[in-house]
């Protein structure tokens, strides 16, 4: 009787280390809960410094955009002398002779182009003086942890990461700088690239101090930022909203469909 009872003893002991290893196996088979994260509406494509090279002279002089407000001094005509503002067309309108396309000039270019101008106007000797008065055509965004986020106005034609992110007001205890952004936005491929600000702002390497050009973004995240490549999903996506609208016009306006 006492046998029987030891043999029942093992089996219950034998079920139980059973259930508990086939607990384990189907905690060890069952996938664990896998965080959503939010693509990119347009998949980034990540470069490398051989793909983006810093080989521009950014102290080239600045072209006129649309918005930009230059100044014409004229000593000869004080009525040219005015300050006028570069319409979406990329012209001014100066009195009594008309529009005058001025869009992607420097200063000096513009001031030459003045004097034949001028010249078929009647006046003798002309010597325009024109300078820029506000830029407003050109920006980068700098976004995320610095202390004045947001779009950051060009002085000239390029401008370098180093340069936005001082104008942005230097970068805040919680940024990841190690993890920083730069992003070229595109319709279809837009181009994002990781640097080190750290070495850039603080090392004096300049390894990563890229060449940004109007509508580039640098995003410095948060060093608790769990879903990077969401925020840039958020920041690409009103490019696509853009490019969608434009399509969709561009559908509607084709005369195969709108028979």
Excluded at 185 to 202: G, N
Aim: glycine letters at 6%.
């Amino acid at each position: 009787m006492g046998v029987n009872w030891l043999k029942m003893g093992q089996r219950g002991c034998l079920l139980v280390v059973m259930v508990c290893l086939a607990g384990c196996l189907r905690m060890e088979i069952m996938p664990l809960p896998v965080e959503e994260t939010t693509r990119p509406i347009a998949e980034p494509r990540m470069l490398s410094q051989l793909d983006l090279p810093l080989d521009i002279d950014t102290t080239q002089p600045y072209r006129v955009g649309p918005r930009d407000v230059i100044r014409i001094d004229e000593r000869r005509d004080p009525e040219i002398t005015n300050e006028y503002i570069v319409t979406a067309e990329g012209y001014i309108l100066v009195p009594f002779i008309g529009p005058i396309k001025v869009q992607d000039m420097t200063t000096d270019e513009i001031a030459q182009m003045l004097v034949g101008v001028l010249r078929e106007y009647g006046i003798r000797d002309p010597d325009p003086r024109v300078g820029i008065q506000e830029y407003n055509s050109k920006v980068v965004y700098v976004l995320g942890q610095v202390n004045n986020p947001g779009p950051v106005v060009m002085n000239a034609d390029v401008l370098t990461v180093q340069q936005a992110v001082v104008a942005a007001g230097f970068p805040t205890p919680d940024a990841a700088l190690k993890k920083t952004r730069v992003i070229k936005p595109d319709l279809h491929h837009p181009v994002v690239r990781q640097v080190s600000l750290d070495q850039v702002l603080f090392e004096g390497r300049m390894e990563d101090n890229m060449v940004l050009r109007p509508g580039d973004y640098v995003y410095v995240p948060s060093k608790y930022n769990v879903n990077l490549a969401g925020a840039i999903g958020e920041l690409l996506r009103p490019v696509q909203e853009v490019g969608n609208l434009y399509y969709r016009a561009m559908f509607f306006q084709d005369d195969r469909y709108s028979r």
